[in-house]
Antibody, heavy 123, light 106 residues
Framework: EVQLVESGGGSVQPGGSLRLSCAAS????????MDWVRQAPGKGLEWVGR??????????EYAASVKGRFTISRDDSKNSLYLQMNSLKTEDTAVYYC??????????????WGQGTLVTVSS | DIQLTQSPSFLSASVGDRVTITCRAS??????LAWFQQKPGKAPKLLIY???TLQSGVPSRFSGSGSGTEFTLTISSLQPEDFATYYC?????????FGGGTKVEI
């Protein structure tokens, strides 16, 4: 069974930094694209970004709202995904989920998701 | 960027009802659309991908249809465990986006 466990969330002041981690088990992690998705309290889902696998040169894509401030990386030897968040703003407050990508039918779908980790940006 | 508009945003229904949720894309996305179910305090769960393919383990009362710009998620006979919020997501191009969600309540 695939399991994804996020960690590293917490409270931080505006302008600060935080690094989230996502540990994967039950899956050949290195084969898969991985996504980060967030959900502000009481709001809908917002895609944050994606990192491709080694076969696709670990390239990344980001939402405009985080581009230049957030960086997605991975360590396949540790089955781990990371989200480095810099210059945090109050509007970055959200539960952050990692999700595995599955390449089927011409694109990459995401399933399953981790349980999420809460990031609160407040002074 | 491709915008996804879900309707309705809120739906009141009863057990046994047939429920239909619509997702409209601001431009054509072929069949690159997924549907997710989210219950309070839980992570989203993939129900349908490629617009109409049921994810493994998802009950057959869920179905999806559409292509291009208009898509629907149908629950043929609503069960108590189906009361949740449903989101569509396109995977046609970057940035990927989600619809605003449809909350299904009793």
């Amino acid at each position: 069974e695939v399991q994804l466990v996020e960690s590293g969330g917490g409270s931080v002041q505006p302008g600060g930094s935080l690094r989230l981690s996502c540990a994967a088990s039950g899956v050949t992690f290195s084969d898969h694209y991985m996504d980060w998705v967030r959900q502000a309290p009481g709001k809908g889902l917002e895609w944050v970004g994606r990192i491709r696998n080694k076969a696709n040169s670990y390239t990344t894509e980001y939402a405009a709202s985080v581009k230049g401030r957030f960086t997605i990386s991975r360590d396949d030897s540790k089955n781990s995904l990371y989200l480095q968040m810099n210059s945090l703003k109050t509007e970055d407050t959200a539960v952050y989920y990692c999700a595995r990508g599955i390449a089927v039918a011409g694109t990459v779908w995401v399933d399953p998701w981790g349980q999420g980790t809460l990031v609160t940006v407040s002074s | 960027d491709i915008q996804l508009t879900q309707s309705p945003s809120f739906l009141s229904a009863s057990v046994g009802d047939r429920v239909t949720i619509t997702c409209r894309a601001s431009q054509g996305i072929s069949s690159y659309l997924a549907w997710f179910q989210q219950k309070p305090g839980k992570a989203p769960k993939l129900l349908i991908y490629a617009a109409s393919t049921l994810q493994s383990g998802v009950p057959s009362r869920f179905s999806g249809s559409g292509s291009g710009t208009e898509f629907t998620l149908t629950i043929s006979s609503l069960q108590p465990e189906d009361f949740a919020t449903y989101y569509c997501q396109h995977l046609n191009s970057y940035p990927l986006t989600f619809g605003g969600g449809t909350k299904v309540e009793i």
